[in-house]
C-alpha cells in the first residue's frame, strides 16, 4: 500500500470512529449553524385605512360623485361632522343651522346626497393635486377629545343647557358606534386643497371610505395653515367648499355689502 492510499484509509478510518467529544463539538457547531427565520409583518394596522383613502380619491378625480357608495355608516360620519362643526363653526351659522342640521341628519338619504355633491366638487381640484396619506390616527381617540371641546365651547358660549348635552352625547354615541374600528387619514397634496382628511369606517373585514374634511382644528389634530397655503386656497378652485354644514341662508347678510356668494365669504 503506498502512501497515498494509506492516508485515504486513515481519513476514512477517522470519519468512521470518531470520539464522544468531536461528536460533542460537531454537534455544538451544527446547533450554532441552525437559524430560525421570523417574519415580520411590515403592514401596520392603519395601512387597510391608507389605501382606501388613496384609493378613493383617486376615484374622485376621475369619477367625482359616482364613487360615493351606500354605506351604511355614513350617519356616524355625519354625526362627527356635526360635533365638529359644534367645535369650531361660526356661533352665527350655529345659532341658525343647528335645527335644519339636526333634521338634514335623520335623513340617511339626504347624508349620502351631500357627500356624492362634496366628491363631485372637488373632481376638478384634486386633478393634478397629488395626494398622498401621510398619516391615520383612529377615530376612537379623537371622540372623547370632540365632545368635550363641544361641551367646553358652547359653555363659553352661553348654550350649554340639558337639551343640547343630550343632543350632543347622541351625536356622540352615534359616532362610536359606526366609527370606532375606522380611522381618520391625513392626506397631503401638492396644490389646492393641499390638504385632506378621509374618513373610513369598517365593513366586514375591510375599510371603506365614509366621508371627508378640508380642514381640521388644531385641537383635533389639524395643523396651523401657512401664508402659502392661505393664498393657494384663496386663488384655488375649491373656494368655500371646506365644508356644508351650517351654511347662512341667502338674505341674512345684505348682498350690497359682500358682493360675493356667502357660502365662499
Given at each position: ?8 484509509q486513515g ?5 468512521g470512529r470518531?470520539t ?7 454537534a ?6 441552525t437559524t430560525t427565520t421570523?417574519i415580520?409583518?411590515?403592514?401596520g ?5 391608507r389605501r382606501?383613502?388613496?384609493?378613493f380619491i383617486?376615484?374622485v ?9 351606500g354605506?351604511r ?21 350655529i345659532?341658525q343651522?343647528l335645527?335644519?342640521?339636526?333634521e ?5 338619504g339626504a347624508?349620502?346626497d351631500?357627500f356624492?355633491?362634496?366628491a ?6 384634486l386633478?393634478g393635486?397629488?395626494?398622498?396619506p ?16 363641544v ?12 337639551d343640547?348635552e343630550?343632543v ?9 358606534e359606526g366609527l370606532?374600528?375606522g380611522?381618520?387619514?391625513h392626506?397631503?397634496?401638492?396644490s389646492?386643497?393641499y390638504?385632506?382628511w378621509v374618513?373610513?369606517s ?12 378640508t380642514s ?8 396651523t ?8 386656497r384663496i386663488?384655488?378652485r ?5 365644508t356644508?354644514?351650517?351654511?347662512v341662508?341667502?338674505g341674512s347678510?345684505?348682498?350690497n ?9
Amino acid at each position: 500500500m503506498n502512501a497515498q492510499s494509506k492516508r485515504e484509509q486513515g481519513r476514512g478510518e477517522g470519519c468512521g470512529r470518531r470520539t464522544p467529544l468531536v461528536l460533542a463539538v460537531l454537534a455544538m457547531g451544527l446547533g450554532a449553524c441552525t437559524t430560525t427565520t421570523t417574519i415580520t409583518s411590515t403592514v401596520g394596522p392603519a395601512e387597510p385605512a391608507r389605501r382606501a383613502a388613496q384609493s378613493f380619491i383617486h376615484c374622485v378625480e376621475s369619477e367625482g360623485g359616482n364613487c360615493v357608495e351606500g354605506q351604511r355608516h355614513y350617519g356616524s360620519w355625519d354625526a362627527f361632522a356635526l360635533l365638529e362643526w359644534l367645535g369650531s363653526g361660526s356661533p352665527t351659522s350655529i345659532l341658525q343651522a343647528l335645527r335644519r342640521e339636526l333634521e338634514h341628519h335623520r335623513d340617511w338619504g339626504a347624508i349620502q346626497d351631500r357627500f356624492v355633491v362634496q366628491a363631485a366638487r372637488y373632481r376638478e381640484p384634486l386633478r393634478g393635486a397629488e395626494c398622498r396619506p401621510e398619516s391615520a390616527t383612529p377615530l376612537s381617540e379623537l371622540l372623547p377629545t370632540l365632545r368635550g371641546e363641544v361641551e367646553t365651547r358652547m359653555t363659553g358660549l352661553g348654550l350649554w343647557r340639558g337639551d343640547l348635552e343630550a343632543v350632543v352625547d347622541g351625536l356622540r354615541d352615534e359616532a362610536h358606534e359606526g366609527l370606532d374600528d375606522g380611522w381618520l387619514v391625513h392626506m397631503t397634496c401638492y396644490s389646492d386643497p393641499y390638504e385632506l382628511w378621509v374618513a373610513t369606517s369598517k365593513e366586514e373585514d375591510r375599510q371603506v371610505v365614509v366621508g371627508m374634511l378640508t380642514s381640521l382644528p388644531i385641537w383635533l389634530g389639524g395643523d396651523t395653515q401657512g401664508d402659502e397655503l392661505i393664498e393657494g386656497r384663496i386663488r384655488g378652485r375649491g373656494l368655500g367648499s371646506a365644508t356644508t354644514l351650517g351654511v347662512v341662508r341667502e338674505g341674512s347678510v345684505d348682498s350690497n355689502w359682500i358682493p360675493v356668494p356667502i357660502e365662499e365669504f
